[in-house]
């Protein structure tokens, strides 16, 4: 079993005897109210719904703003889960701790990832590097079209493909997307009360209004290139081809250099980010409701199995459609419905050290590239459809059998599996039957979570949900159909932080200075200065 601390400070018994750290009668507004007015229960709390990357790094930011300047809050956080991760969770093969564990959702993020990168350097933990070499081969349905990754010759042979000028305009406006995305870490950082003003400060309005493939094309990117490779990247990162896509959904599958994961998982920044924000942690705790009281001052009412709590404000970091939350309806219809990519992921091990050749039309002990992804290229010249996304080895579990990661639109059979590793399949492990453990929560769980609702479809658009739902009501998940990574939900969570401390506390996640350039304190010079971390 892998081992949680801070469920060890909540034992499941212990949560619902004590369901916060200053203890309260749900049915007794008359006590609450009483302790509200008792100087030393009076602090102004914040509630947190969700306790992902997103959830859990807004507590960290709040607690770092307390760090700064003594702001007195007291923080909530509501976890309808027994982990915390959200969607950076691992598992082991065959439940064994002893084995390699394999991440389930968030595998990777890359060196301009600063928050995540500082808070790992910060919490003592250590990098894996995603890139273990061998090659990665690109499958449309019909055909490898070719394969990339294992030297100078495949390097020759991409140039005849491609040429050269496709791979380096790609490059190109890939490292100005990055270059712009960088200054949301510098003092210089826009800070956003709605999605469009950010589009705008950081001049992504064009691509995300566009699909990639159209973004790519007029700037110069042969058509060829977008739908072999550059797709081949937006179907692995978000299950989306490049004609669905926006741009900057395509700029960023194509950014994955440097790419790491944390030793262990990456679920532990998010642990981390907890234990030290000091907040109240309630695990295994789905909030149900959230209501505005008007008197005797404007709050909100958060209503789990725990009872209902008030709270000056309230921080939902969970994708608001999947929530089961009931919001006033005049704020539920504020949030456009957001579809997500359903997406199946099946991870195995197996003694086969390659995928059956004769599925990919190559003869009889041929080796697949350890990696293979797909293109949708061959279905819009009518021929068939890819069975799978992506399709890669991550390494051995033991010697001898190698873990394996499917991502998929659809469920892929027992009989689908031996085929493609030649009868060699030693664990499965799928996304969607996980959830499925007991027979009574079956029904539920089926209409609830029966697949991953992993991240938006990232449909081009120019509208964008709204990060403030309410006064003191802000919404972190309005980010993700900008863009949706473990880094940039802490990102939208610092944002949201200091919008929130500025408009309920008066003083940002910095500190009461609003225009940092009139401040005498000269500007940090050093690289290593990232916003929210250093201020
Ligand atoms: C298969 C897969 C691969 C991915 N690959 C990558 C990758 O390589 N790199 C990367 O950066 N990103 C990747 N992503 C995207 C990344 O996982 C998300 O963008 C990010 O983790 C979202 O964080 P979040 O905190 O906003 O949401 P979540 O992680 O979904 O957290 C929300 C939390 O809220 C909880 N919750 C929901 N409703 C309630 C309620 N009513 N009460 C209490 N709690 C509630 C949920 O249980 C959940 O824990 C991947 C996602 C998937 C699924
Ligand atoms: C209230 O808090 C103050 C400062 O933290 C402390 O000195 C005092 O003892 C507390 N009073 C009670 C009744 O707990
Ligand atoms: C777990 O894996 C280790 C390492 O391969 C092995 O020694 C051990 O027997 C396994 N445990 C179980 C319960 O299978
Ligand atoms: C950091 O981690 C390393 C290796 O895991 C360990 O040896 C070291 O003691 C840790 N340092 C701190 C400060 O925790
Ligand atoms: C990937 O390919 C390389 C080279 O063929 C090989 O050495 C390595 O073991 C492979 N890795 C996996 C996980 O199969």
């Not at 947190?48 to 790094?57: E, K, R, V």
């Not at 082991?92 to 995540?116: M, R």
């Not at 996304?389 to 033991?398: A, D, I, K, M, T």
Request: aromatic share 12%; charged share 20%.
């Amino acid at each position: 079993m892998r081992c949680y601390a801070l469920i060890l400070f909540l034992p499941a018994t212990l949560a619902f005897q004590l369901p916060f750290r200053i203890p309260f009668f749900t049915n007794n507004d008359i006590v609450e109210d009483l302790r509200e007015s008792d100087s030393n229960n009076s602090l102004p709390r914040v509630a947190i719904i969700g306790a992902g990357a997103g959830g859990t790094s807004a507590a960290f930011w709040i607690h770092k703003a307390k760090e700064r300047y003594g702001l007195a809050v007291e923080i909530d956080v509501f976890e309808r889960e027994t982990y915390i991760g959200g969607r950076s969770t691992i598992v082991y093969p065959y439940s064994n701790t002893s084995l390699p564990h394999l991440e389930l959702g968030a595998s990777i993020f890359v060196p301009a990832n600063k928050n995540i990168l500082r808070a790992s350097y910060e919490f003592n933990l250590t990098y894996k590097e995603f890139d273990q070499g061998g090659k990665t081969g690109v499958w449309n349905g019909e055909e490898l079209l070719f394969s990339f990754g294992d030297g100078w010759w495949d390097t020759v042979k991409a140039i005849i493909r491609f040429g050269i000028l496709a791979p380096k305009k790609t490059g190109e406006l890939v490292d100005s997307a990055v270059k712009s995305f960088l200054t949301l870490y510098t003092i210089e950082t826009p800070k956003w009360d709605d999605m469009s003003g950010l589009t705008t400060a950081l001049n992504f309005k064009d691509m995300v209004e566009k699909t990639a493939a159209d973004y790519f094309v007029e700037r110069g990117v042969s058509k060829k290139y977008t739908e072999e490779l550059i797709e081949a990247a937006t179907r692995v990162n978000y299950g989306q081809n490049s004609d669905d896509i926006h741009g900057l959904g395509g700029a960023i599958s194509m950014a994955a250099t440097g790419a790491k994961g944390i030793q262990g998982g990456n679920f532990q920044i998010f642990e981390e980010f907890l234990k030290r924000s000091g907040a109240n942690v309630h695990l295994d705790t789905a909030i149900t409701e959230i209501s505005e009281v008007l008197s005797p001052s404007p709050q909100w009412e958060v209503k789990s199995a725990l009872g209902t709590r008030k709270y000056q404000a309230v921080i939902l970091a969970a994708p608001f459609h999947s929530s089961g939350i009931t919001i006033p309806s005049p704020l539920a219809t504020s949030i456009p419905k957001q579809p997500y990519v359903h997406l199946h992921v099946t991870l195995l091990t197996t003694t086969s050290p390659t995928p059956d050749p004769t599925y990919f039309g190559l003869k009889p002990g041929s080796i697949l590239p350890n990696m293979t992804l797909t293109s949708w290229e061959g279905v819009r010249r009518g021929g068939n459809e890819p069975e799978f996304n992506s399709l890669s080895y991550h390494g051995l579990v033991r010697e001898g059998e190698w873990a394996v990661k499917i991502f998929s639109s659809a469920r892929l059979s027992d009989e689908w599996l031996n085929k493609m590793f030649s009868g060699q399949v030693g664990w499965i492990h799928r996304k969607e039957v996980d959830l499925l453990q007991s027979p009574l929560a079956l029904a539920l769980l089926i209409f609830l979570f029966f697949k991953w609702d992993a991240y938006p479809k990232l449909t081009p658009t120019a509208t964008f949900p709204p990060i403030k739902l309410g006064r003191g009501f802000y919404y972190v998940n309005a980010f993700e159909p900008f863009i949706s990574t473990m880094e940039t939900e802490t990102i939208a969570s610092r944002n949201i932080v200091d919008l929130l401390l500025h408009e309920e506390f008066g003083s940002g996640l910095c500190g009461p200075r609003v225009d940092l350039h009139n401040d005498q304190t000269p500007l940090p010079t050093s690289k290593e200065f990232v916003y929210g971390w250093d201020c």
